[in-house]
Every structure is written in C-alpha cells, then in structure tokens.
C-alpha cells in the first residue's frame, strides 16, 4: 500500500491511477495524515442467471387475489 500528500496526488494523478490500475491501494494524506483511500474498483462479475431456470418450482393452490392468511380481508 502506498500513500501520497494531496499536493502530490494533484500534481500526479495520471501516473497513481495507472499504480491503481496496476491494483494497488493508495492512502491519500493531509499533511502526512491519511484522509482517503485510493483503491481499484472490482468488475462486476457476469450474470450467470439462466432465463427459466425456476421453471416448475412454484405452486399456486388458489387464485392470485386470494388472501394466504386466515382472517385477512382486502379492502379497496
């Protein structure tokens, strides 16, 4: 992990994005005092759901507008 002055990050920025592009973690001081961190974003991992998959799975035993718990009434 490395760290820099704000002042040098200012001056610099191009070169500390490649580092972090690089994947390293950069802690961003104010006067040798760690403020914020600099760090690589993970990429978002691919959707593996497949369309259907849950085909099958769900049983409906009354009609959709059917109150599931005893004693429950919807009113409009």
Same mark, same amino acid.
């Not at 600099?38 to 974003?41: D, E, K, N, T, V």
């Not at 799975?57 to 035993?61: Q, S």
């Given at each position: 992990m490395g760290r820099a002055n704000i002042a040098?990050?200012?001056a610099n920025l191009s070169?500390?994005?490649g580092r $972090? %592009? &690089?994947g390293e973690v950069i802690d961003i001081c104010r006067r040798n005092e760690p403020v914020a961190r @600099?760090?690589?974003?993970q990429p978002p991992q691919a959707n593996? /759901? $497949?369309l259907g998959c849950g085909e099958g /799975? $769900?049983?409906?035993?009354d009609g959709l507008t059917q109150p599931v @718990? %005893? &004693?429950? %009434?919807?009113?409009s």
């Open positions: 040098d990050i200012k070169r500390f994005i $972090v %592009e &690089g @600099l760090s690589p974003i593996r /759901t $497949v /799975t $769900v049983t409906i035993h @718990l %005893e &004693g429950w %009434e919807m009113h």
